[in-house]
């Protein structure tokens, strides 16, 4: 069964960069039909698809995310990673991590997420 | 526009039909995709496409999409399913990804 598990630290200082890392298990990341994706939360407030990434290394973001995120791949972990820079109070939320379809809009499934907290 | 559209909430009695729609452009082209998702548990698709449900989801679970609106429809609502409840597609003039506001769902 596949699973995926997000982990990282859960506070953030302001100005700073985000790192976070979905470890996926039950099946290989590296299956050509599947994009991996980063999708957030923040409290009270509605989903957010922030980006996602094939194992080739092809990704795509959210368009008013884009200058401040990286997604990379890391087969041989079977890992995939989001770095978000110069993060603010904005930036705190819950960042859930997902198998995404071939086309990338679909995701399933979903890891449970993890409160990521900008604060000083 | 990019975005979906969805109430912020509606309420629903034990056993009975309740109806959730989304509204947005993309849904012209793109057939949306449902998650239900309860507090502190990772969100879970509940229905895509044109009319697909995924393996172990329940047959009282149905979606319809018409012109710029889609609805997911829970026929004999139970304790269970109350929950945030939101729509996704992708966007007309790109590959991006965009959620709806969601919409919670109280059975009472």
């Known amino acids: 069964q596949l699973q995926l598990q997000e982990s990282g630290p859960g506070l953030v200082k302001p100005s700073e960069t985000l790192s976070l890392t979905c470890t996926v298990s039950?099946?290989?990341?590296?299956?050509?039909?599947?994009?991996w994706g980063w999708i957030r939360q923040p409290p009270g407030k509605g989903l957010q698809w922030i980006g996602s990434i094939h194992y080739t290394g092809s990704t795509d973001y959210n368009p008013s995310l884009k200058s401040r995120v990286t997604i990379s791949v890391d087969t041989s972990k079977n890992q995939f990673s989001l770095k978000m820079t110069s993060v603010t109070a904005a930036d705190t939320a819950f960042y859930h991590c997902?198998?995404?379809?071939?086309?990338?809009?679909?995701?399933?499934?979903w890891g449970q997420g993890t409160l990521v907290t900008v604060s000083s | 526009s990019s975005e979906l559209t969805q109430d912020p909430a509606v309420s629903v009695a034990l056993g009975q039909t309740v109806r959730i729609t989304c509204q947005g452009d993309?849904?012209?082209?793109?057939?949306p995709s449902w998650y239900q998702h309860k507090s502190g548990q990772a969100p879970v698709l509940v229905f895509y496409g044109e009319d697909n449900r995924p393996s172990g989801i329940p047959d009282r679970f149905s979606g319809s999409t018409s012109g710029n609106t889609a609805s997911l429809t829970i026929t004999g609502a139970q304790a269970e399913d109350e929950a945030d409840y939101y729509c996704?597609?992708?966007?007309?003039?790109?590959?991006?990804?965009?959620f709806g506001g969601g919409t919670k769902v109280t059975v009472l």
């Open positions: 996704s597609s992708r966007q007309t003039t790109s590959t991006h990804v965009v």
């Open positions: 039950g099946d290989s990341i590296s299956r050509s039909s599947y994009y």
């Open positions: 997902a198998r995404g379809n071939w086309a990338g809009d679909r995701f399933d499934p």
């Open positions: 993309s849904l012209r082209s793109y057939y």
